[in-house]
Structures are given as structure tokens and as C-alpha cells.
């Protein structure tokens, strides 16, 4: 009997990636010759980045965006996952035109993170319980006023500066110090507020975008290991109201066993975000079945997909046969049996035509 091969009907592009994708052609095709310039891989395939590049599609860095030559005349792509506030600034310093593809999930995620770190932070006045702690000056150069200070620190808060709201630590008293005389200005949050978690990939582009959203006062936790080591460092205080958001592609699994862990600790309670993305949540279960009911199972993904590396581990959990490749060329005839079923499927960065081309490689290899 030959060997039957079979793409899973849900691999594929999600949404937020398909309309990255599609609004970079449709910039490209508009405009023959140009450049269009993407802060960061538009997705995690080598080969879909190879296509595009083709077009004129090239990614960057964010120390690149002010090297940008002529950026009045350029344009700048805002990724799926999403970029900090910090981002748009730089373009807007840059002087470069930006097209925000920053998929509406993710768009809906930084607002609740930024609502939520707003209102822990409130204290019982409706205040901002923010403590100063101001360092010795050593030189006399301007520096930023307290104002500037805490909208950078924190923008997504609003705050009247004042000795009511504000505390100065460091001698100075209960009214406020002229700040623009010292060298330098920390400000923590007050330790008797709530606390944001993040699950998600520390370092990822999507999990930065959320830091960006609460100044970067948040805890990131990879996975349950370093959960518990936060929880023994006491970097994550459980005497504090805590709320915890995902990364919309992390395990919806993990994720439920890390909330339960963590709200067993929490004192004064954890609110938990349901906010992995419902195209990747419903992924895990369709995947499992696909992984179970074939012989072997081919996953194609780039080397860096995040999401790639979470869904193949669910295939690999559920066939102990499942193979990674990011190219037709790591296919090996050895894995397959004449008379088996394989299974090819992907991430959410994996491209369609890519999953046909490694279905039919298999076919050619096994003599199909
Ligand atoms: S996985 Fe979901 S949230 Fe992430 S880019 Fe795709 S559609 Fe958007």
C-alpha cells in the first residue's frame, strides 16, 4: 500500500499574519521599485521572508529606524505582535511614514494590560501610588523634569505630580524637589500595590509591546520553573492583588496550570485575563487529534516561531514520531513506511504553499 499524506486543513496563517502579509503586497505591488522597511521578520518563516524580500519587503532592527535614508519618503511596518509606545515615538522622531499592523487581538490585549495596570495602581484616595527615590546629583546638566520622568516611566498613567500623589524619598520631605538639578531619578512602583504577570517568552516582540504598556513594571514568567522562582525570590508579591495576562500564542494548558499555582499563593487574590488567542487556543485541541491519528507527523515552522516550538511540543507529546523541519530539504525518506499515514501541519507563521510543497517532497521521496 503507498504511503498516504495528509496537511492538516487548519495549519496555516492566522489571521493577524494574513493581513500583515497582505497589506505589505499590497503596499509592494502599489508602489514598484520601493522599499517597504519591517521593524523585525513580518513572520517567523525564513522561506515566506525570502518571498517577500523578492518584493522589496526588508526588515530591520529599531536601531536601524533612524538610519533610514530619506524617511519622509519611507515606510515603516508595524508588525502582528505589536511594538511599545516607545516605537512611535521613534518613528515620529525618525520623521518615517508607518503602516500599524498590529493584529487587533494583540491591539485589544495592550489596552486591557494598561487598564488593569492603571486601576492596581490606583491607592484606596484614587490617587497614584508611585514612591521617588532620588539619587545624590553629580553633575549640574539638565536633566528631565518630573513630569517628563514619570510619562516615560509610566505611560499609561495619569498623573498630576504633587505631594499628595507622590512621595520623595532620600531627605528631601513631603513637597516635591526641583528633579532637573540631579543626575538621576528611579521611580518604582509603591510596593503596597498590585501587581501585573506576564506569561509569555521573555524577549519575545509581543511581550515587550505589553511591558511598553505598563512602563515595564511587570513580572514575565516563560514557564512554571520560573514561576516558582519568582514566587521564592519574592519577586512577585502575593500579599498584593496580582493579575496575570498571556501571550496570545502560548500554551492554553500551561497557562491554566501556571494560574492555578499562582492563585494558590495569591493572599489578596488573582484576577486571570483569558487572552491566548481563540485561533491558537482552538489549534491545540484540532492538533492533538491530528498528531494521534497519524503514523507520523511532519511540522514544519522557521527556527524562531515561538508558537512553532509550542506546537510542535504538543505533537511531539501526542506522537512520539513527530519530526521539525523549517525546509523541504530536512525531509529524511527513513522516517516513513510504505503502508503509514503522515501528517503534515505548521504554526501560525507557517505559509500554506510552503506545507503543499513538503507534502509532495514526501510524496516524491517515498516514491509515491
Ligand atoms: S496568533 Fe492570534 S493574536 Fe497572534 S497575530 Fe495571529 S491572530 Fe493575532
Not at 255 to 271: D, F, N, Q, T
Not at 340 to 361: F, H, K, Q
Request: proline share 6%; hydrophobic share 35%; glycine share 8%.
Amino acid at each position: 500500500m503507498a504511503l498516504k499524506v495528509e496537511i492538516d486543513k487548519r495549519s496555516g496563517f492566522c489571521g493577524g499574519v494574513i493581513r500583515a502579509i497582505s497589506e505589505a503586497e499590497r503596499f509592494l505591488d502599489g508602489n514598484p521599485g520601493k522599499k517597504l522597511y519591517s521593524l523585525g521578520a513580518i513572520v517567523h518563516n525564513e522561506a515566506e521572508l525570502e518571498r517577500l524580500g523578492a518584493k522589496g519587503l526588508v526588515t530591520i532592527s529599531h536601531d536601524d529606524v533612524r538610519s533610514i535614508p530619506s524617511p519622509e519618503n519611507e515606510t515603516l511596518l508595524i508588525r502582528a505582535h505589536g511594538e511599545p509606545p516607545q516605537t512611535y515615538e521613534l518613528a515620529r522622531e525618525a520623521g518615517v511614514n508607518v503602516i500599524d499592523c498590529t493584529c487587533p487581538v494583540v491591539l485589544k490585549l495592550q489596552r486591557d494590560i494598561r487598564e488593569a495596570y492603571t486601576s492596581l495602581m490606583k491607592g484606596t484616595s484614587g490617587g497614584c501610588r508611585l514612591a521617588l527615590a532620588v539619587r545624590t546629583p553629580r553633575s549640574a546638566r539638565p536633566l528631565p523634569t518630573l513630569g517628563e520622568i514619570v510619562k516615560t516611566s509610566f505611560p499609561s498613567l495619569s498623573i498630576e505630580p504633587g505631594p499628595s500623589l507622590l512621595r520623595a524619598e532620600g531627605g528631601y520631605g513631603p513637597s516635591m524637589p526641583d528633579l532637573t538639578a540631579f543626575r538621576s531619578v528611579a521611580v518604582s512602583p509603591d510596593t503596597t500595590t498590585g501587581q501585573i504577570i506576564i506569561f509569555g517568552k521573555v524577549g519575545h516582540a509581543e511581550v515587550l509591546g505589553l511591558l511598553g504598556q505598563v512602563g515595564g513594571d511587570a513580572v514575565v514568567i516563560e514557564n512554571m520553573r520560573m514561576l516558582l522562582d519568582a514566587l521564592e525570590e519574592g519577586r512577585i508579591r502575593v500579599d498584593s492583588p496580582l493579575e496575570i495576562f498571556s501571550q496570545t500564542t502560548k500554551s492554553p494548558v500551561e497557562y491554566s496550570e501556571i494560574c492555578k499555582v499562582l492563585s494558590e499563593r495569591a493572599k489578596a487574590g488573582l484576577k486571570v485575563h483569558q487572552t491566548i488567542c481563540s485561533q491558537v487556543a482552538s489549534r491545540h485541541e484540532e492538533l492533538s487529534r491530528f498528531a494521534e491519528t497519524h503514523d507520523v507527523i511532519v511540522f514544519v515552522s522557521g527556527v524562531s516561531s515561538s508558537n512553532g516550538k509550542v506546537l510542535f511540543d504538543l505533537c511531539l507529546s501526542r506522537n512520539p514520531r513527530s519530526h521539525h523541519i523549517s525546509s523541504p530539504a530536512e525531509i529524511d525518506p527513513s522516517w516513513f513506511r510504505p503502508d503509514e499515514t503522515v501528517g503534515v501541519c505548521g504554526a501560525t507563521s507557517t505559509p500554506r504553499w510552503l506545507l503543499e510543497e513538503v507534502a509532495n517532497i514526501i510524496c516524491m521521496k517515498s516514491g509515491n
